[in-house]
């Protein structure tokens, strides 16, 4: 699997006219991805001081789902924000490899690790997943772009935006997330937003590569996030993998 990454930050070039395209249906997989139906509000501990999330599941359904249950399940606690980039200008920073829950696992190999459901021992890997300002619905498995799509997505790399990584797959996103550090509008369309840090982008700010989440908690609209069919009320057991898909 391809290293899970922010891009570095080429924009995107001009996209043709907005056509009425109807959004395409989600990828056949995921029919069994948890989704978050609403907000949620997460608290992620770095170096003693909190970071708090809006989770948006209104318009990032999937992704905020996907977020929300690994956040439930514990699997940030101890995972290292291995990227950092401030130069030339802010950009991101990036953590949520399971990889690096081991200590013996550099930082120069970390970045292409993703989630493995205990229950199915296979990677989860979610669509893309953004809905353009003038829809209802999301579109999937596309940038914006390739859409033929030019109005902004509902949600935008403002500063403090919280969004999935992925390798050049666009359905590869997983567990890797990263933080705006900045408006990063050339972004938009083609990365999947699903929610903004509302307090304590001062900590962001101070985040270096090699900071490890202490811990990250759902302290709000848990009973928003649907797996399997279900609403999940308590927090599921599960092993932190430690291997790269």
Avoid: C
């Amino acid at each position: 699997q391809g290293t899970s990454a922010a891009p570095t930050g080429s924009p995107t070039p001009s996209s043709p006219a907005p056509t009425a395209t109807i959004p395409a249906s989600p990828s056949p997989q995921a029919g069994g991805l948890p989704r978050l139906q609403g907000k949620a509000t997460v608290v992620m501990t770095v170096k003693g001081s909190p970071i708090t999330m809006e989770i948006d599941g209104t318009n990032a359904p999937i992704t905020a789902g996907n977020f929300v249950d690994l956040v439930n399940r514990k699997v940030y606690d101890g995972l290292v924000f291995h990227r950092v980039v401030r130069e030339p200008q802010p950009f991101v920073v990036q953590g949520g490899d399971p990889q690096s829950k081991d200590p013996n696992v550099p930082i120069d190999r970390l970045g292409t690790g993703g989630f493995i459901d205990p229950a199915t021992k296979q990677p989860r890997n979610i669509p893309l997943e953004i809905t353009p300002r003038n829809a209802k619905e999301p579109l999937y498995n596309q940038k914006l772009s390739d859409a033929g799509i030019t109005v902004p997505p509902k949600l935008k790399h403002t500063r403090g935006a919280v969004a999935m990584a992925r390798s050049a797959n666009l359905d590869s996103a997983s567990s890797q997330f990263y933080i705006a550090l900045a408006d990063l509008q050339f972004l938009d369309g083609d990365y999947a937003v699903f929610g903004y840090v509302t307090q304590g982008m001062e900590t962001v700010d101070k985040i270096q590569a090699g900071d490890r989440i202490e811990s990250a908690t759902v302290t709000k609209g848990i009973e928003n996030l649907k797996t399997g069919g279900v609403t999940s009320s308590t927090a599921s057991p599960s092993p932190s993998p430690t291997t790269s898909p």
